[in-house]
């Protein structure tokens, strides 16, 4: 049972590579034919890989160019340049990471020298000495593409997609990126050399499609697993009846991709021990309603009954006043109409006291400051900052529902101001 | 109910150490436990865990580490103040000394990055390693790429690693704007008050009886928990209410149920006035006898102003909550009959005192004083200064720039409570001079 977690957690949290990956067929064919293009016929292309989070567009550049690779020639000729917006924040930075990579005359162990335009020059020189048929084709890869778009007067992206227009050092640029809209981002002047070649990676699967993707994930390869009798038998368990199936109808319809699936898959996974080894349906059950529990109420769970008190006299102002910000001094004042009315000796706490409950509803980020930059400033006379409260009303009566031990006078009054 | 930790890759003699230090959160770190995985194992990149302060998920966390003898490291962000530090932190932990000092000057994620990269083949890890980041809010406010970058480690530095997110705030406060890798969500939740009576009794003093002890507890539980559940404070009013309960009830020896009802009355006044003072921290632990011994009132009471200093404060709180239109009203002799229009009736829904003060000019101020003081003031330089000497006091607060030296603004920052009680030293009825209360 041990080797079931050391496969599956390598397939579902390290993201092996699949043989290939399922409905992306015709993408791969048109990156595989491209990218061969550039490594083996010397063309220089660029293109760009969109698609929401999750879609799998690292896992297919990946499974694209592990394939190429596999040729002997392309592997000892191709030279790649991985970059990510994410950290190479700055062209410097992505120039120097450049130089590294390539393993350019002016890097010494690990430093670059030379400032950035003398680094810039001797690249492109570099790259725009060389010619089709006696240079090494050059891939360089740049995740998080729409990242590169934000940096000063888009240097790189203009030089990169500059030489790989003019005919000399073949070099392909991929780019990938999650925002659909990545070519406004893009100056004229980039947008031109850019070849506008896209790839699009929508998730398309129908839900039939999407259930035989989650067992295929959960599935044991029965000629390399070492004991055959467990394999069987957990394959056997993987049937979809009809709880299995309503849980994940309804994962579907809230996201096709298929990182929220591997989450999923996971923390059933976890559930996986010695004592129990077989998935069942409760397991997933389970882990369903743990990932979707609404994390606000669980918060709410843990406010002591001034808090929660106070959440309730916000919401009642929030009902009267039509959502107008509010500052503590008026939650106070419903409080004790409240109190009033209950003649309830039992919660009649101090102003000062109840300052430290709304400031520990602040710092929860329940309530929020209207102007926050005028909050830090005024440090006197806090109870008059006006705030907003971040709750809705169905997430304040769902939380009074779990609420361990709620005095009903309480449920009362949230249920109606005047109660 | 004490449920037991199992793993299969772990000792479990230790596992049993591990959960006798964590009284009630076994199933919590079962959790954990089982989404570690064994050491050889790859876990999810990210794990999120959030909860109150105080719900133990730091404790946790670190004894799990520690106690289990896994690579990790733990930062505070709240310690961090540049992201520089961070990483000289991780890589000091996870890699030995000498690796942190290949970090650059003012080093950048993608120096981090490398480096680590680099590292990370040298020392070849057949345990999962962890980075556990405690107070994870603040990461939003350093640089915007922290956070995106730290969530998928595993996948950028091309290694067996788990970076843990310790925080308060829920996980749809933190996600960017074009998403990132969702973490692994785990909630910690609060200590139910069963839970905290068990956990308080386990700090045993010594010259109590453990009944009487938690006799005590739950006492001061049933006075404290409708307002806080927190662990920590919960802790501090023990340590400090301990030193004020009478001696006579602590050295019975011979306890029955009549006595549990008498120590209810001794402490029950000392611990309402603890609501006032200690549980607030306006007092600090070392002061808190001589508070106790005192009247109990707290600071703020104890401000002595000189006499024109008191009518200038009754003027300035006048001129913050009265509107201007009303003053011919309040301080004139002969003044007309003020007419409420429409517009008026229908927006006096909201008193003055719920919305704060407003801002006043210094001659409305004069104009205000010279018909509230009693006798005949002649305007020096020293009714002046005293204005100045209340905005030092932050009894009024002054707005505007400085540079305004011939308009300036100000606001009164004091509470009704306060000028009640100085105005009645004065022997001014403040109350009939107040819009609000007309």
């Known amino acids: 049972h041990l080797q079931v977690q050391t496969l599956l957690r390598e397939r579902l949290c390290h993201q092996q590579l699949p043989q290939r990956p399922e409905g992306v067929d015709s993408q791969h064919k048109h990156l595989m034919e491209l990218l061969k293009r550039t490594a083996v016929h010397g063309e220089s292309n660029s293109v760009l890989i969109i698609g929401p989070r999750g879609t799998g567009k690292t896992q297919l550049l990946r499974c694209v160019l592990a394939e190429l690779l596999a040729e002997e020639d392309v592997d000892k000729t191709l030279l790649q340049v991985h970059l990510n917006g994410l950290l190479q924040t700055d062209d410097r930075i992505a120039l120097k990471e450049i130089t590294r990579q390539l393993s350019l005359e002016n890097v010494v162990g690990d430093q670059v020298f030379g400032s950035f335009a003398e680094n810039l020059a001797f690249l492109l020189e570099a790259l725009k000495k060389g010619d089709r048929s006696s240079s090494r084709p050059v891939l360089f890869i740049l995740d998080e593409f729409d990242l590169f778009a934000h940096h000063k007067n888009q240097t790189l992206l203009y030089n990169l997609l500059d030489v790989s227009q003019s005919a000399q050092t073949p070099v392909a640029v991929v780019g990938l990126t999650c925002r659909l809209d990545v070519l406004e981002l893009l100056e004229k002047r980039v947008k031109s050399r850019f070849s506008h070649r896209q790839i699009h990676l929508l998730p398309s699967l129908s839900f039939s499609q999407y259930l035989q993707a989650v067992q295929a994930q959960l599935h044991l390869p029965d000629t390399t697993f070492p004991d055959t009798t467990f394999c069987y038998d957990w394959n056997a368990s993987l049937k979809v009846d009809k709880s299995v199936e309503a849980v994940l109808l309804r994962h579907f319809n809230s996201t096709k991709d298929f990182r929220s699936l591997h989450r999923l898959l996971m923390a059933i996974l976890c559930r996986v021990s010695v004592n129990n080894p077989t998935i069942k349906p409760a397991d997933l059950l389970d882990a369903s309603r743990l990932l979707s529990a609404d994390a606000m109420t669980n918060v709410l769970h843990g406010l002591s009954i001034l808090e929660l008190c106070l959440v309730i006299a916000m919401k009642h102002l929030n009902d009267i006043y039509d959502g107008e910000p509010f500052n503590l001094q008026m939650v106070y004042n419903e409080f004790k109409r409240f109190l009033q009315r209950k003649s309830n000796s039992l919660y009649n706490f101090e102003l000062p006291v109840v300052m430290k409950a709304f400031e520990h509803l602040q710092q929860l980020e329940v309530v929020r400051p209207v102007d926050a930059a005028a909050a830090v400033a005024a440090r006197a006379q806090r109870e008059y900052q006006l705030v907003r409260l971040m709750l809705d009303h169905s997430q304040i009566m769902e939380a009074l529902q779990k609420y361990p031990q709620c005095p009903t006078d309480v449920k009362q009054w949230a249920a109606s101001a005047f109660g | ?438």
């Open chain 2, 1 to 438: 109910m004490t449920a037991s930790l199992q793993h299969p890759g772990y000792d479990p003699e230790r596992l049993l150490c591990v959960a006798e230090k964590m009284p009630c959160r076994v199933s919590q770190a079962g959790t954990l436990l089982s989404l570690m995985g064994e050491p050889a194992q790859y876990s999810y990149p990210s794990i999120f865990l959030y909860g109150h302060r105080s719900t133990g998920k730091s404790h946790v966390i670190n004894t799990l580490l520690m106690d289990l003898e896994l690579p990790h490291a733990t930062v505070s962000c709240v310690e961090c103040v540049s992201v520089g530090l961070m990483f000289e932190r991780v890589l000091l932990a996870l890699f030995g000394p000498d690796t942190s000092t290949l970090l650059p000057r003012s080093p950048s994620l993608s120096d981090f990055v490398r480096i680590y990269r680099q590292q990370a083949p040298l020392s070849p890890a057949n345990q999962t390693r962890y980075i556990v980041i405690e107070k994870a809010e603040l990461l939003r406010d350093m640089d915007s790429n922290l956070l995106p970058v730290l969530v998928r480690l595993q996948e950028l530095v091309d290694d067996n690693v788990t970076v843990i997110l310790l925080s308060e705030i829920v996980w749809d406060r933190f996600r960017p704007n074009t998403g990132c890798f969702e973490p692994l969500i785990l909630y910690f939740p609060d200590y139910s008050k069963g839970d905290l009576q068990q956990i308080l009794s386990q700090d045993i003093h010594p010259s109590y009886s453990p009944e009487l002890y938690s006799a005590f507890i739950n006492i001061l539980l049933g006075v404290f928990y409708s307002v806080c559940r927190d662990l920590r404070e919960l802790r501090h009013l023990v340590r400090t209410q301990h030193a004020q309960t009478p001696a006579g009830s602590g050295s019975d020896t011979n306890l029955k149920e009549s006595d549990t009802h008498k120590l209810w009355r001794n402490i029950e006044p000392h611990l309402k006035k603890a609501m006032q003072t200690v549980y607030l921290r306006d007092v600090s632990s070392e002061c808190s006898d001589v508070v106790f011994l005192s009247s109990g009132l707290s600071a703020h009471a104890h401000v002595e102003l000189p006499y024109y200093s008191k009518f200038l404060l009754i003027a300035a709180y006048l001129a913050s909550y009265n509107p201007a239109r009303t003053d011919r009203r309040f301080f004139l002799k002969h003044h007309g009959k003020i007419k409420k229009t429409n517009f008026l009736k229908k927006h006096e829904k909201t008193s003055n005192h719920l919305l704060g003060p407003k801002p006043f000019p210094l001659d409305r101020l004069l104009a205000i004083f010279y018909s509230v003081v009693d006798s005949r003031v002649a305007p020096s330089a020293s009714v002046f200064s005293q204005i100045s000497s209340l905005v030092t006091l932050q009894l009024l607060t002054q707005l505007g720039h400085d540079d305004q030296l011939d308009a300036p603004k100000y606001k009164c920052a004091v509470a009704l409570d306060f000028i009640r009680a100085i105005s009645r030293t004065v022997n001014f009825d403040i109350v009939k001079y107040l819009y609000d209360f007309l």
